[in-house]
């Protein structure tokens, strides 16, 4: 088992500026009191990169860039915001009186934010391998994005405190296949983000969130035998399509 955190720490030795990827959906959720810490400590640049941005509305980067500095929102999906960020790079660099070129920028963040992707994006190659499923990159990886910055690919890590299953499944980094308590992830999704799940599966709001599941199943046609709706596969649907960013 490759040693993650030495290497998320070797890349921040390493870099000149780090990149730390936020889920668009779940902004707050995937700060990294650690990395940041690291960083800080390190005294390189740190850039907060929100990515996953064509799963929110326009509205809410606004309200992350006035608290967040320096802030980009990005889509690797969409290919949204690469050149800002190219420029933000470019930018801070100068800033701090960093002239190496190229220049060696890391990427950060939780497990399955999106990292390899968003390097893709940037780079306009598939250079580095991505997954639905999470702790896909196991190394690290060195991509030229162009003449003056060179990207560094990281797995994804989990802050040392950090031991909520329930929201680290939420936000990507337990996946659906290995979830231990599906219907508590659903149920904490449904209070997260108040009628999101329903409207996606057509199925009613109810305070009653175990019904709401039980709905899915009955629409979906997943069924026990003797005819009982299958609560546990109707959950980890329901939490492989959330992962997946088909409900938005
Ligand atoms: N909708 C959407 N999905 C994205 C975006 N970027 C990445 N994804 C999806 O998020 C999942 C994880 O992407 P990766 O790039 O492999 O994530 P990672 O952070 O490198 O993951 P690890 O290497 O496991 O830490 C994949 O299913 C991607 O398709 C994006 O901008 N928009
Ligand atoms: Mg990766």
């Known amino acids: 088992m490759p040693n993650f955190w030495k290497i998320v720490n070797d890349t921040i030795h390493e870099a000149d500026i780090l990149l730390l990827l936020l889920d668009a959906r779940l902004v707050e959720e995937t ?31 606004e309200k992350w860039k006035r608290k967040l500095h320096p802030c980009v929102f990005v889509s690797a999906k969409e290919r949204l915001g690469t050149t800002i960020l190219r420029e933000t790079i470019l930018m801070e660099a100068k800033r701090k009186g960093i002239v190496r070129e190229p220049l060696i920028v890391g990427v950060l963040g939780y497990p399955n934010v999106g990292k390899s992707s968003l390097i893709n994006a940037l780079s306009g190659r598939s250079a580095a391998s991505t997954s639905i499923l999470s702790g896909h990159t196991r190394g690290s990886q060195k991509i030229r994005m162009d003449n003056r910055i060179t990207i560094l690919d990281t797995p994804g890590v989990i802050p040392m405190g950090d031991k909520d299953r329930v929201k680290q499944t939420i936000i990507g980094t337990v996946d659906f296949t290995k979830s231990k308590a599906p219907d508590m992830v659903c149920m904490e999704l449904m209070r997260m983000f108040p009628g999101k799940i329903e409207r996606y599966y057509g199925v009613e709001a109810s305070d009653d969130k175990e019904k709401t599941i039980e709905d899915v199943a009955i629409k979906g046609k997943m069924m026990k035998k003797g005819g009982f709706p299958d609560i546990d596969r109707a959950a980890r649907k329901i939490i492989k399509d959330w992962q997946s960013g088909k409900i938005k």
């Not at 650690?34 to 640049?45: A, N, P, Q």
């Open 31 to 61: 700060r990294h009191e650690e990395i940041e810490e690291k960083v800080r400590e390190e005294g390189k640049v740190l850039i907060y990169v929100v990515t996953k941005s064509d799963l929110v509305k326009k509205e809410s980067a």
